[in-house]
């Protein structure tokens, strides 16, 4: 006959290979420009913001990775649990990218276009441009 502690621990054990089936995804990211070309060395941010992980007995995971991109323009991400992500893309010479996603999948490709910079304007519009000129 078992005691309660027993069955409590057998339990326990049994139960540990449910909470480590967490779903996650390999997650491939692919940077270009607004012609399609790839842009290499970009800055990648991605930031696991929202899901649960069963494995964590329900407390939320916070994950993050920095990397950059290859010279054919894309980043594979280790394998992330399934949820809501954001991605941010700094790259010089492009605007800045942000955007949140969600992955659900067992494997997911996302493409990202990144666009030249604005040009920058003044909201005073009779303040001068050119630094005054000394005497």
């Known amino acids: 006959m078992t005691t309660r502690r027993e069955a409590l621990a057998l339990g326990a054990l049994f139960a540990v290979p449910a909470f480590a089936d ?26 696991f913001i929202k899901g649960r992980s069963v494995s964590k007995l329900g407390k939320k995971v916070i994950k993050s990775w920095e990397l950059r991109t290859n010279s054919e323009g894309w980043v594979k991400i280790p394998p992330i649990p399934q949820g809501e992500i954001l991605i941010q893309v700094i790259a010089r010479n492009y605007q800045t990218f942000g955007g949140t996603f969600d992955v659900g999948e067992e494997e997911r490709t996302i493409q990202i276009k990144l666009l030249p910079p604005q040009k920058q304007f003044s909201s005073h519009p009779d303040m001068p441009t050119e630094p005054a000129k000394k005497p």
């Not at 967490?22 to 990648?44: F, Q």
């Open 22 to 47: 967490t779903p996650m995804t390999n997650l491939r990211i692919e940077v270009s420009n607004d012609i399609g070309k790839p842009v290499d060395r970009a800055g990648v941010v991605v930031r």
